[in-house]
């Protein structure tokens, strides 16, 4: 890893400010999944006006690759385990079971609903999609892994569609839709969560979740999971914001936590709106 502040053509597509080089990475930092990327050589990028960061290489994270090797390089093939070591995690331990938490009182604060439909987008292991059949919600679990969807019908019981979200037709509406630590790994946010609205019904929520950058950038520096290559952005409060406006979306409650995992996150929700202004 070679640090350095230089200054680089072209603006951050959120605000428009100026980017920076925090970083150049010859080698892959400590705990960063081994997808066989050869030569290893990155850039992380930050922007000066809205803390926006961006991981910049010429390696090829497309739909393919989460259908076929980003499960099977993150978990080797110990999904069932990693499955049930995370279900058996007690609260004070578990990023999944407190996120729920935080959903539901929030949802039941907001309009007093109890458990209704639900679309994951990006579900991974299924650990969220199983809590909320447990508490008695219609759960979609929407994930390009074939592998991973077949998890999830098995052990979680849920309807599974494997898909990208912007490929996906006729699935129905949705009460709320669930972005839990997804739309970092997508090149065009802005298109991709614009795209969750047809799902969505009159009133319905937006729940997004992700990496929180400039919280791990002050805490653990440039090394942090939040930089991992896999992420193509890695979000501020601000830009995380912007995304939500340009999608056509507004803001109801953005938040800071730091997740018992300790990783350092930006959770919150939206509901569609004709147009929105970012609050400074």
Not at 117 to 133: E, H, M, Q, T
Not at 195 to 202: D, E, W
Request: hydrophobic share 35%.
């Amino acid at each position: 890893m070679v640090n350095s502040i230089e200054k680089i053509n072209g603006n951050c597509v959120f605000c428009g400010g100026n980017l920076d080089v925090l970083v150049s990475y010859q080698r892959p930092p400590k705990g960063e999944t081994n997808f066989d990327l050869k030569p290893y050589w990155r850039r992380l990028l930050k922007c000066v006006k809205c803390g926006h960061s961006v991981n910049q290489h010429n390696f090829k994270f497309d739909a393919d690759f989460y259908s076929k090797r980003y499960s099977a390089s993150t978990y080797k093939g110990q999904m069932l385990t990693r499955f049930k070591k995370i279900m058996s995690l007690p609260f004070d331990s578990s990023d999944n079971q407190q996120r729920f938490d935080f959903i539901s009182k929030f949802i039941t604060q907001f309009d007093g609903s109890g458990p209704s439909r639900c679309l994951d987008v990006g579900s991974g292991l299924g650990v969220f999609p199983a809590l909320l059949k447990e508490a008695g919600w219609t759960c979609t679990a929407l994930e390009p892994d074939p592998v991973a969807c077949e998890l999830i019908s098995e052990l979680v019981g849920v309807e599974t569609v494997n898909a990208n979200l912007m490929d996906v037709k006729n699935i129905g509406l949705f009460d709320l839709i669930t972005f839990n630590k997804v739309i970092e790994h997508v090149q065009n946010p802005v298109s991709f969560l614009a795209a969750s609205k047809i799902f969505l019904r009159p009133g319905g929520l937006i729940y997004i979740e992700v990496p929180d950058g400039e919280t791990a950038l002050n805490t653990n520096g440039t090394e942090s999971e939040e930089f991992f290559i896999e992420h193509f952005d890695i979000y501020s409060k601000k830009s995380l914001g912007y995304l939500i406006n340009n999608a056509g979306l507004k803001i109801l409650s953005l938040q800071n936590v730091n997740e018992p995992s300790g990783k350092f996150t930006i959770r919150g929700f939206a509901k569609i709106q004709e147009s929105s202004t970012l609050d400074d």
